[in-house]
């Protein structure tokens, strides 16, 4: 079993690594069977109990349906996937087609100022403490990504509802990804800074406009990754 030396990966995540890889490679396309669990088990290297927890686990995200005496099946899992394949599917995107990155953006897009607006509702003060930071920010794209990250973090807990933290935390591994490429750009930069500005303006003003200012930025945001991605 291949491993990284500085990061050796469990059986169970070697599993989950050679099976998604295959999945999403199209070596096992939607509809298509995985060889028993004996013969599986055997050309991935790892143990039949190893490989039963894996695929178990993997049905529950959505990428497989568990037949018991039978043969275990791909699903279509962009129709038959549930958000908990964020974080699975963030490990591997040299295989995500290029426009995954983009949709995602534009959940957010449709998602996130509503929240914003809650959570300005509910806590203005905290937000404007922490939006004051941003003028410390340099040019490191790893502080760009944690700040920002920071930032939706606060705004999801703020808005008094649970449920958004939970959505939010399936993005994180994916945010990780995408996050030092965009911010490694000026342009991406510049843009979260001014963002940043006008949301604490807003809010010192009495938040009147912060859904607005959320979904230009977020829009703007989109339109930068997609050139990023070209």
């Known amino acids: 079993m291949p491993t990284d030396t500085l990061h050796p990966l469990r059986p169970a995540q070697y599993a989950e690594q050679k099976i998604v ?13 995985l060889p028993s669990e004996r013969v599986f088990a055997e ?8 490989l039963r927890e894996t695929l178990q686990r993997l049905a529950s995200e ?9 043969q275990t099946v791909v699903n279509d899992y962009w129709k038959e ?24 953006l534009e959940v957010r897009v449709t998602m996130f100022p509503a929240i914003a607006g809650r959570a300005v509702s509910h806590a203005p003060g905290v937000l404007t403490d922490y939006l004051r930071d941003h003028q410390r920010l ?10 920002d990250w920071g930032l939706q973090v606060l705004i999801a807990q703020e808005s008094r509802n649970p449920i958004y933290l939970l959505i939010l935390n399936d993005f994180s591994s994916i ?14 930069r510049e843009a979260s800074r001014t963002y940043y500005a006008n949301l604490l303006r807003d809010i010192v003003n ?10 230009d930025a977020l829009a ?11």
Do not use: C
């Open 43 to 50: 050309q991935i290297g790892v143990t039949r109990p190893t």
């Open 206 to 215: 009495g938040g009147m406009e912060v859904e607005d200012i959320v979904r």
């Open 62 to 70: 959505g990428w497989v349906t568990i037949h018991h005496g039978k």
């Open 138 to 147: 340099d040019d490191d794209p790893g502080a760009f990504a944690r700040y």
């Open 21 to 33: 890889t295959s999945i999403l490679d199209g070596t096992y396309p939607p509809g298509s069977l």
């Open 81 to 104: 996937g549930g958000l908990r394949m964020l974080g699975t599917t963030a490990k591997f995107g040299q295989f995500l087609p290029k426009e995954f990155i983009s949709h995602l």
């Open 175 to 188: 945010f990780n990804m995408m996050a030092p490429h965009y911010f490694s750009l000026e342009k991406g």
């Open 220 to 230: 703007k945001s989109v339109a930068i990754w997609r050139e990023l991605a070209e």
